[in-house]
């Protein structure tokens, strides 16, 4: 089964800076999606990123919080801009195979 | 707006104990549920998949059923083993064209003590 490489694994950070999380897949995938899964929450979908044309963003999320690139079929990062301690959370990315997703080791954020 | 809840959210047992995780949801249309597992720091594995026509799906020492009309699955462990301490998340898919987005439970808490 495919493969998802997510890095970093755990990082703090600055209130007001910016981090960049990577995701690179081991095949092509069409769609590519951005979870956020914060301390005693569900997993919540911050956005859709097909290659090609922007993300498509679930409400409660914008394009300037949560700026996501998608170059080609195998790779997406999400940035996490002008940090908060709210935005202490976990990301993950996730893919398809078929109808089963699967998932980036994840993202373990603190902001200080 | 669907909603998923798992019940218990945290369940400690002593190994060798055959044990059952609930899941419901509010919303009956569904197109599939799927049972996860999650561990610190490797993200989340998928375990089983039922689609929303099947009543149930087999893995080793794991077995997923659904009851569509009541809203309801179950992930039955049997035999559990310490290796099985994690969280077990559940999601369904909805049935809206091909935005089929998961929507999540908050999962429950395993620890299988030796």
């Known amino acids: 089964s495919a493969v998802i490489s997510q890095k970093p694994s755990r990082d703090i950070c600055q209130r007001g800076t910016s981090l960049t999380i990577q995701c690179q897949v081991d095949s092509q995938v069409t769609m590519m999606f951005w979870y956020r899964q914060q301390p005693g929450q569900s997993l919540t979908l911050i956005a859709t990123?097909?290659?090609?044309?922007?993300?498509?963003?679930e409400s409660g999320f914008v394009i300037d919080k949560f700026p996501i690139s998608r170059p080609n079929l195998t790779f997406s990062t999400l940035t996490v801009s002008n940090m908060s301690p709210e935005d202490s959370s976990i990301y993950l990315c996730?893919?398809?195979?078929?109808?089963?997703?699967?998932f980036g080791q994840g993202t373990r954020l603190t902001v200080v | 707006k669907q909603e998923v809840t798992q019940i218990p959210a945290a369940l400690s047992v002593p190994e060798g104990e055959n044990l059952v995780l609930n899941c419901s949801f509010t919303d009956s249309a569904i197109y599939n549920l799927q049972w996860f597992r999650q561990d610190p720091g490797k993200g989340l594995t998928s375990l089983l998949l039922i689609q929303s026509s099947q009543r149930e799906q087999t893995s080793g020492r794991l077995n997923a059923s659904l009851d569509k009309s009541s809203g309801r699955s179950t992930l039955y462990i049997a035999a559990s083993q310490p290796g099985d301490s994690a969280t077990y998340l559940c999601?369904?898919?909805?049935?809206?064209?091909?935005?089929?987005?998961?929507?999540w439970g908050l999962g429950t808490s395993l620890a299988v003590n030796p």
């Open positions: 999601a369904v898919s909805s049935n809206a064209g091909n935005n089929r987005k998961l929507i």
């Open positions: 996730s893919s398809n195979d078929g109808p089963t997703p699967f």
């Open positions: 990123a097909n290659q090609g044309s922007e993300a498509t963003y």
